[in-house]
Nanobody, 127 residues
Framework: QVQLVESGGGLVQAGGSLRLSCAAS????????MGWFRQAPGKERGFVAA????????FYADSVKGRFTISRDNAKNTVSLQMNSLKPEDTYVYHC????????????????????WGQGTQVTVSS
């Protein structure tokens, strides 16, 4: 059974930092795109960042570019999101996700292209 489990969320003041981690089990994702999305109650999941299998291509939403950094460790089957200069508008539930198809070269920003999802971790940024 494939599982993605996020950790590292919490409450932080504006301007602070958090590091989210996502541990995958049940299969290797070393040949797969992985990403982070965020969601508010009653809203659709929004793209945050994605990284290709070897880290050769990285994509960010404009709203987080320059503040967030996505990385991965294929040996540990993990993907991380370092979030700096956090703002109250970054308050969401953050989900990690993975594409099932090896070496996927399509749209990494569309959540419908991801096959596996974690349950999410809450990030709350106070002003």
């Amino acid at each position: 059974q494939v599982q993605l489990v996020e950790s590292g969320g919490g409450l932080v003041q504006a301007g602070g930092s958090l590091r989210l981690s996502c541990a995958a089990s049940g299969r290797s994702f070393s040949r797969n795109v992985m990403g982070w999305f965020r969601q508010a109650p009653g809203k659709e999941r929004g793209f945050v960042a994605a990284i290709t299998w070897g880290g050769g291509s990285i994509f960010y939403a404009d709203s987080v570019k320059g503040r967030f950094t996505i990385s991965r460790d294929n040996a540990k089957n993990t993907v991380s999101l370092q979030m700096n200069s956090l703002k109250p508008e970054d308050t969401y539930v953050y989900h990690c996700a993975a594409v099932s198809r090896d070496y996927y070269g399509g749209d990494t920003r569309n959540p419908r292209n991801y096959d596996y999802w974690g349950q999410g971790t809450q990030v709350t940024v106070s002003s």
